[in-house]
């Protein structure tokens, strides 16, 4: 679809000339409306003809994939159009310099209205310090302000002052002046640079001392890397230009590819994906099967409750929602968090807490429903302060059983938390490591086939692409930390994928 | 929803740009849905494929008037600039 859907707005933001000069056509000048529409009712004609004349089953099927055609080519008539009318506006008197204006409009009008002014900011910065240091061009406004919180965060007033200019900044602005003060664009990007050399210099410590195998290993587990990310950095990084390491990656990178959830393909791939609204975009996971993918996001969200679902619009991961219950919001590509429509988070909701019980009690979804008793039945319905579990249950009902349920959501986490503490007495890095790796192999304990169910689920449904899912839980080797299940799961894909090598 | 959401005429087009395409997932949605279940149906079930023709004929209409009260919003939205 996308080869006949022009992104218009990547258009705009490019090239206010070439959009002037599509509408100084003559066509496009005069007539504009009757043209369209003309076009439109023209193939509107075609093809109600071809179908009134279908008198089979056979002769309507050989129709359907024109009338598909002319379904698909149809928006690009409102492109033109809008092209034009845009273009003509810039052409009025308030904005003497054509070409200048015309990009301004657009890029004011247009991108920022559909991509969240502050989303737009942000990209433009990001993408400046992005291109400086090889990384993925193609981050958002999620990942920029994450960006600037971890790399600016350990000096308050300054990135008070940068998330300050990054929330009240004229679009108009140039980066520098937006960073003024101390964080001019220069020494942002000086900032970010130190930072990456840092980490550098550990890397290539220990790729002095230990094997490629454990550098790509600690690479992974510093930087919190996407696969997208690190398909970028193997192209674009000289830390992973080693041949010793591509075909490991390029290996990653296709899984990651074929395993992409077919419903946020769907997403990413629709034409307007940079454009539509966050309902729109929900709505349109929700018909690819996307709730239940996103009632299994959620229950892992309620099972660890510090965030790591996989957003669904920008490619970042947000690691900064707090859940008391279970996140119903939905990060899309305007770069902010939308909470999705609450007769959708009932339904999610509801499967969620099913699999929350599936993973406790080691059982499939169905055998959990089946196994239900009364006194969960009575459980679950006090919680949902409703006679039945349904998608009709008013929001507020649920988010009251949410509340409640915080505290055997902590329960869970702590018995899953206990389970690798167990696994892994030890806080020191490499006794850790291995102390993991030993018990993974002997581990028997219920809390540990709890997390191996756990974990097994994710892979199985979302294959490669799970361990993108698990991944975010950070790869902090500290045994205090509340995510070393992560460590765990990650740990194991590692040593799977080491053993591709 | 977006809280960004502005009234400019620009903004207007650029939201009446992403309604067409919308209307054009649903449609072709809806007329694959259709032709999955005429390649399930009984040649001899003319009443069935009766109702499926009327749904495609519909939809199809329906599809294209969207898009020409699209056209002619965005019409109004430039003159009113």
Not at chain 1, 392 to 413: H, S, V, Y
Request: glycine letters at 6%.
């Amino acid at each position: 679809m996308a080869e006949n859907s022009p992104d218009l707005s990547v258009e705009l933001a490019k090239s206010g000339v070439k959009l002037r000069d599509l509408a100084d056509k003559p066509e496009l000048q005069s007539g504009l409306l009757a043209e369209i529409v003309g076009k439109l009712a023209d193939i509107k004609a075609e093809g109600v003809a071809t179908i009134e004349g279908a008198s089979t089953r056979d002769e309507l099927l050989a129709s359907i994939p024109k009338l598909i055609e002319n379904v698909k080519a149809s928006p690009s008539h409102i492109d033109k159009q809008i092209a034009g009318i845009v273009g003509k506006l810039a052409d009025k008197d308030k904005y003497p310099d054509k070409e200048a204006s015309a990009k301004a409009l657009l890029e004011k009008g247009i991108v920022a209205s559909e991509r969240g002014y502050l989303g737009y900011v942000a990209r433009q910065k990001y993408e400046t310090v992005a291109a400086s240091l090889g990384w993925s061009k193609d981050e958002d406004q999620g990942t920029a302000k994450t960006f600037i919180d971890n790399y600016l965060g350990d000096k308050p007033t300054n990135s008070d002052e940068v998330r300050q200019s990054l929330t009240t900044l004229d679009p108009n602005s140039p980066l520098e002046s937006s960073l003024s003060g101390t964080h001019s664009a220069q020494s942002f990007e000086n900032m970010m640079k130190n930072r990456w050399e840092a980490k550098s210099e550990e890397s290539q410590k220990l790729e002095k001392t230990t094997n490629g195998k454990d550098v790509v290993a600690t690479i992974l587990g510093e930087q919190e890397f996407t696969l997208t990310d690190l398909e970028e950095g193997r192209v674009n990084g000289p830390k992973f230009n080693s041949e010793q390491y591509q075909p490991w990656l390029v290996k990653m990178q296709e899984s990651y590819v074929s395993n992409l959830a077919p419903h946020e393909k769907a997403v990413t791939d629709r034409p307007d994906y940079q454009t539509a609204t966050p309902d729109i975009l929900a709505q349109s996971m929700i018909e690819m099967d996307g709730e239940d993918y996103l009632s299994a996001r959620f229950a892992t969200d309620f099972v660890f409750g510090n965030g790591f679902g996989r957003t669904t619009g920008s490619g970042d991961w947000d690691s900064s929602e707090q859940n008391i219950g279970l996140n119903t919001s939905l990060r899309c590509p305007d770069g902010k968090t939308h909470n999705l429509p609450s007769e959708l988070s009932a339904e999610v909701k509801k499967k969620a807490l099913v699999r929350v019980f599936a993973v406790h009690r080691q059982l499939s979804e169905s055998e959990v429903i089946k196994s239900l008793t009364e006194t969960d039945i009575q459980q679950l319905n006090a919680w949902m302060g409703d006679k039945e579990l349904s998608s009709e249950t008013p929001p507020a009902n649920i988010a009251k059983a949410l509340q409640e349920l915080a505290g055997a959501q902590n329960t869970i986490r702590t018995e899953f938390d206990n389970a690798v503490l167990t696994l892994a007495p030890n806080e020191q890095q490499g006794k850790w490591r291995k102390a993991i790796e030993e018990s993974y192999q002997n581990a028997n304990s219920t809390e540990y086939k709890n997390l191996k169910l756990f974990r097994d689920k994710i892979l199985a449904k979302f294959g490669q692409r799970g361990s993108t899912l698990l991944a975010p839980m950070t790869f902090d080797f500290n045994a205090n930390s509340s995510n070393t299940i992560g460590n765990q799961i990650w740990l194991e894909l590692r040593q799977r994928a080491n053993s591709q090598t | 929803m977006d809280t960004t959401q502005s009234t400019t005429p620009l903004q207007s087009l650029a939201r009446n740009r992403v309604v067409a395409y919308d209307i054009t997932q649903a449609t072709l949605r809806k007329i694959t849905e259709i032709e999955a279940k005429l390649k399930l149906l009984d040649e001899n079930d003319k009443e069935t494929f009766t109702k499926l023709k009327d749904e495609l004929l519909a939809l199809y209409r329906a599809h294209f008037d969207s898009l020409s009260k699209i056209a002619e919003n965005n019409e109004d939205l430039g003159k009113n600039e």
